[in-house]
């Protein structure tokens, strides 16, 4: 596979990186990335990611875009009320560039439908909004060996999480094998747009960063950021023997 002309002018700022160059924005061209949750994680990782290179996306969403949304969700606007988010995420996405495959999944993701969903794709980007979904996602990227990114967001505190399932390794489960209780969705507890924003770079920056072979220090840790104190911090995740995925 090789760039054409207008793509080598495209991304000749990536392309003049040493460590990216003409090898690693074609490395960025094969991936395939699907990303669950088309809302205030998923936005800015579409965003960057379209215009990284990528041109293989699944966009899975069931949701319309409400007024409420637009203070994080930095793919759309006032026009977009009322509309289906992976439609005009995908009308979006070919705007930036027209040769951008978008397969579409009009749906939430659960169980059963998990396994074909991620089945084609190279990178999972999960950016859902309850805990469910997210123990889904895992337990099926780790039964595919996936490659999957976790984004999770409240008030002013973001988590970040990167696991490599094709080279095994602990998963989210090792992290917190259960769902918390009296968990709520990050808008009931209040959310600053910048938090979503943040959570969504740092998963698009690692994302490139192992596509095109620059090692990831994110990998198998959780990231954690509080933006009201400007802390960060990161945990290792070991595999623990009581995760039902190891047994």
């Known amino acids: 596979m090789k760039l054409t002309n207008d793509q080598i002018d495209r991304y000749r700022g990536q392309i003049n990186l040493k460590k990216i160059n003409i090898q690693g924005q074609i490395k960025l061209k094969q991936q395939k990335v ?3 949750g088309a809302g205030g994680i998923g936005s800015p990782v579409i965003l960057f990611l379209s215009r990284a290179g990528v041109l293989t996306f699944g966009l899975v969403d069931f949701d319309k875009i409400s007024k409420s949304n637009l203070h994080r969700q930095v793919l759309f606007d006032n026009n977009d009320i009322g509309k289906k988010k992976i439609l005009v995420t995908k009308k979006k996405i ?3 560039d027209k040769k951008i495959n978008v397969k ?5 993701v659960n169980k059963t439908n998990l396994k074909q969903i991620i089945k084609d794709y190279d990178y999972i980007i999960d950016g859902t909004d309850n805990f469910t979904s997210k123990l889904n996602i895992n337990d099926e990227c780790v039964k595919q060996k996936k490659k999957l990114f976790i984004g999770s967001v409240s008030q002013f ?3 970040v999480f990167f696991f490599d399932f ?3 390794g602990p998963c989210l489960r090792c992290f917190m094998p259960k769902e918390p209780q009296n968990t709520t969705r990050c808008q009931d507890d209040g959310i600053l747009g910048t938090v979503t924003g943040v959570a969504g770079t740092i998963i698009s920056n690692e994302l490139i960063k192992d596509a095109v072979g620059i090692p990831s220090n994110l990998k198998n840790e959780a990231l954690i950021i509080n933006l009201e104190n400007l802390m960060f911090r990161k945990i290792k995740i070991k595999e ?3 995760c039902k995925n190891y047994e």
């Open 94 to 96: 070919q705007l930036i």
């Open 34 to 36: 699907l990303v669950i």
């Open 240 to 242: 623990s023997k009581n």
């Open 166 to 168: 094709s080279k095994g």
């Open 104 to 108: 579409t999944y009009n749906t939430k």
């Open 157 to 159: 505190d973001a988590h």
